[in-house]
T-cell receptor
Framework: GAGVSQSPSNKVTEKGKDVELRCDPI?????LYWYRQSLGQGLEFLIY????????KSGLPSDRFSAERTGGSVSTLTIQRTQQEDSAVYLC?????????????FGPGTRLTVL | GENVEQHPSTLSVQEGDSAVIKCTYS??????FPWYKQELGKRPQLIID?????GEKKDQRIAVTLNKTAKHFSLHITETQPEDSAVYFC????????????FGGGTRVLVKP
């Protein structure tokens, strides 16, 4: 079946602008995660959604970052007033979450460049 | 919170040799340890994982070992092939706490033909 998809694949923006990144999880997956991968670095957890529960926002680096998940499916990560240090690949992952340690399947990522 | 350290950061091996990547974690409550392979410009792909109730798991040329007492786990790739060249990430999570993964910094593996 279809995997996790993300759009856009690349986004170039000017410093100070707002951006929205979209994630479509695998159908039926109830848990959704956002991670950030800076150049040559590991992945950094940002936020986690599970069903109708309140999201775990503990990884968001500042209040300029927010995310929502509508209808338990598609998620949008919004970065307001972008800064150059926000440049990174933003990865989304989803799991069935029928067990405590379900495999996370990653999307292809959105490469964000802030000029 | 959890902290995962991964070594080495780069690893160059001759085709056919073995490669070993080591990770340590700080939170004794972590109970799930996946390994991801990321080829250049591609998404991370799960290659193997291990849960805290076992000490070793093997899948063809890939094996992972876990030492809960020492809080470290390792990835072993035998008979390396050029297509094994990629960046490998270890990760840890506490499962029931939402399964958010804490990743190591990655190991860039180059298999020389």
């Amino acid at each position: 079946g279809a995997g996790v998809s993300q759009s856009p694949s690349n986004k170039v923006t000017e410093k100070g602008k707002d951006v929205e990144l979209r994630c479509d999880p695998i159908s039926g997956h109830t848990a959704l995660y956002w991670y950030r991968q800076s150049l040559g670095q590991g992945l950094e957890f940002l936020i986690y959604f599970q069903g109708n529960s309140a999201p775990d926002k503990s990884g968001l680096p500042s209040d300029r970052f927010s995310a929502e998940r509508t209808g338990g499916s598609v998620s949008t990560l919004t970065i307001q007033r972008t800064q150059q240090e926000d440049s990174a690949v933003y990865l989304c992952a989803s799991t069935r979450n029928q067990g405590a340690t379900d495999t996370q399947y990653f999307g292809p990522g959105t490469r964000l460049t802030v000029l | 919170g959890e902290n995962v350290e991964q070594h080495p950061s780069t690893l160059s091996v001759q085709e056919g040799d073995s490669a070993v990547i080591k990770c340590t974690y700080s939170d004794s409550a972590s109970n799930y340890f996946p390994w991801y392979k990321q080829e250049l410009g591609k998404r991370p792909q799960l290659i193997i994982d291990i849960r805290s109730n076992v000490g070793e798991k093997k899948d063809q040329r890939i094996a992972v070992t876990l030492n809960k007492t020492a809080k470290h786990f390792s990835l072993h790739i035998t008979e390396t092939q050029p297509e094994d060249s990629a960046v490998y990430f270890c990760a840890a999570s506490k499962g029931a706490a939402g399964n958010k993964l804490t990743f190591g910094g990655g190991t860039r593996v180059l298999v020389k033909p």
